[in-house]
């Protein structure tokens, strides 16, 4: 049964229970005149009604601000069906403070299905209007279904995943010309022996070089080569191998291009003012960048199983890190908001929404690229994320949990390289740390190559205190071009010392020892 086009639309806005009994009220002529009518888009549902076990479809307007559902008595009249009516008090106001009285109301069986059926309550009003179902047949017939949990519609990291799941799959090449390895000139080409590989990773070798020669990484070398190098053989964490090249000689002649690298201060700079963080990281990156094929022939190794010469741009090649920076940068340097160090890129937003555009631009360039993202090391969407040997987030910079890690878990050094690996990495996490000078000086004596080595007392007490140190390193602000700058400075017969603060919180420190000449001249 459908209802007539020029019908009114009548909204009810509250219903009130009377004490007495009152008069049908018959306000068609009104609210012709006077409803205000609205002109947004409105939803309809068809229904059946049963009436006396007698159907009749009847087209209802949805509406979630009624409280009650209204059946017209010209509707009513049609149906021509006897039914059983009730009596009522209530009182209802129509949308333009407009007063009903229902005199009567029924139940009927509804169902936009024919097979379940539920009773509802219908008022019955005399006025030319469109039927309403109110908020609660709208639930009852499940038109609407509350949601008690608010689903945040960002995408998860899986999904993210997925949905670029040819970014994150495969091996990627950028879309340049074949690099070309310069050499000196009146270079010496150099054949260095094989190394021995134990038996135990003979068979996994072979399974990578199988491997690497179906991906087009590699190809068997069955004639003579001017150059060939030693393999390295790296176990990777996860258990694979990776495959570098010795090439001590002939990186000695190599024509490096001497692209300048980006300093991570000045990256970490950048990111002033950013709140949300994502880190892709080129899957295999040196891979991308293709050999032409005289550098291919250049790049041949030794292995059990023959000669191999790579396509790609292998690891170990003096010039590799500044190719591949300079053609990551020509490929991905004009989208603002990330930063490229490397085979990493780190996208920073103020928000989320920035943040999620600056993503999608990286993803969709890397797609039409073909350029790959490893999907392991993906850090998406966090607040907080470990970039450049450090954790990045809104509130400042700190060290990589891993790296302090690495020094407090290091057993006390027994040899003079052992004491120097262990200042190159506190040195690593000097800017972290006041006055570090202070507290490596008993260290740095006994790496005196004029000095035998003798671990003391005093080098006892400084290697405990730099542990004890490195536990509780500050959080350092960003460096802001725009805020105040503070400088304080001390110094000493032993060394200068130096820290800058911006809005009350450090933002590196410096530090170094006197030399020799410089404590001559110090005075008390």
């Not at 000139?185 to 021995?196: A, E, L, T």
């Not at 004029?450 to 007490?461: H, M, Y």
Request: aromatic share 8%; with cysteine; glycine share 4%.
């Amino acid at each position: 049964m459908s209802v007539p086009e020029n019908e009114l639309d009548v909204y009810i806005d509250s219903v009130t229970v009377n004490e007495t009994k009152c008069e049908m009220i018959n306000c068609t002529d009104s609210i012709d005149k006077n409803i205000e009518m609205v002109s947004e888009t409105t939803w309809y549902k068809s229904i059946t009604l049963d009436v006396n076990h007698k159907c009749f479809d009847v087209n209802f307007k949805l509406d979630t601000g009624a409280e009650v559902n209204i059946l017209p008595l010209y509707i009513l009249n049609m149906f021509k069906v006897k039914s059983k009516l009730s009596e009522t008090n209530l009182s209802l106001t129509t949308y333009g403070n407009f007063k009903l009285k229902p005199d009567v109301y029924l139940i009927i069986n509804c169902s936009t299905n024919k097979l379940k059926s539920v009773p509802l309550p219908f008022y019955v009003v005399n006025v030319k209007s469109k039927p309403i179902l109110g908020l609660k047949g709208c639930k009852e017939l499940k038109f609407i279904e509350r949601i008690d949990a608010i689903e945040c519609s960002v995408i998860s990291k899986n999904e993210l995943i997925k949905q670029y799941k040819d970014v994150f799959t495969g091996i990627g090449e950028f879309p340049s010309e074949p690099y070309y390895i310069t050499l000196k000139d009146n270079s010496v080409p150099v054949i260095q022996p094989p190394i021995r590989v134990p038996r135990a990773l003979q068979p996994m070798l072979k399974s990578t070089l199988n491997n690497l020669e179906k991906e087009g990484i590699v190809s068997k070398v069955n004639k003579p080569t001017d150059w060939v190098q030693s393999l390295v053989i790296v176990e990777k964490p996860n258990g694979n191998l990776r495959l570098c090249l010795d090439p001590r000689d002939l990186n000695k002649v190599i024509r490096r291009e001497h692209y300048q690298i980006p300093c991570t201060d000045d990256i970490i700079s950048r990111l002033e003012g950013k709140k949300i963080f994502s880190v892709v990281d080129l899957k295999d990156g040196f891979w991308h960048v293709p050999l032409d094929e005289v550098s291919s022939e250049i790049c041949t190794c030794n292995t059990p199983f023959g000669r191999y010469k790579f396509n790609k741009l292998p690891f170990g090649i003096v010039s590799a890190p500044e190719v591949f920076q300079k053609e990551n940068q020509k490929l991905f340097g004009d989208i603002e908001g990330i930063e490229i160090y490397f085979d990493d890129i780190i996208v920073a937003g103020c928000n989320e929404d920035s943040h999620d555009a600056i993503m999608s631009k990286v993803l969709e360039r890397a797609r039409s690229l073909n350029i790959k993202f490893n999907s392991d090391k993906l850090q998406y969407g966090e607040s907080e994320v470990k970039y450049v040997g450090q954790i990045i987030s809104k509130s400042g910079i700190k060290p990589d949990p891993d790296h302090i890690k690495a020094i407090v878990a290091m057993p006390t050094p027994k040899s003079k390289i052992e004491v120097r690996r262990l200042l190159g990495m506190v040195n690593f996490l000097s800017k972290f740390i006041p006055n570090v000078f202070k507290f490596t000086a008993p260290l740095r004596e006994i790496i005196d190559e004029k000095v035998e080595f003798n671990w003391r007392k005093e080098q006892e007490l400084s290697f405990v205190n730099i542990k004890e140190l490195l536990a509780k390193t500050p959080i350092l602000k960003v460096f802001s071009a725009g805020d105040e700058i503070i400088i304080q400075c001390d110094s000493s017969k032993d060394g200068l010392g130096s820290f800058l603060i911006q809005k009350g919180q450090p933002v590196s420190f410096v530090s170094r020892s006197s030399t020799n000449s410089e404590k001559n001249y110090y005075k008390k």
